[in-house]
């Protein structure tokens, strides 16, 4: 559980101009967290489709090195650069 001051300072952050927060703190959004297991989506089954765009936009954009990179036990799409 996130203690006060945690959260006071990151709903300024959100609230700041300009700031984008990242994917790993609108998933861990408590908000966020409650309508997802409403629907019943996970977050791995957020992160695959997110991982699903980055592969697409990657071959759209001609790289013919887009490819599954899961040396870290869940497959990510990322551009692959050297073997694992």
Do not use: H, W
């Not at 790289?63 to 990510?76: E, V």
Request: proline share 6%; aromatic share 4%.
């Amino acid at each position: 559980m996130r203690s006060e001051s945690e959260e006071t300072t990151r709903s300024r952050r959100f609230l700041t101009s300009g700031y984008e927060p990242s994917v790993d703190e609108l998933l861990n959004d408590p908000v966020v967290g409650a309508i997802m297991r409403y629907d019943r989506i996970t977050q791995e089954d957020v992160r695959k489709v997110l991982d699903e765009v980055k592969l697409k936009a990657a071959l759209r954009r001609g790289s013919t090195k887009a490819a599954p990179y899961a040396c870290q036990g869940r497959p990510t799409l990322e551009l692959q650069t050297e073997p694992c």
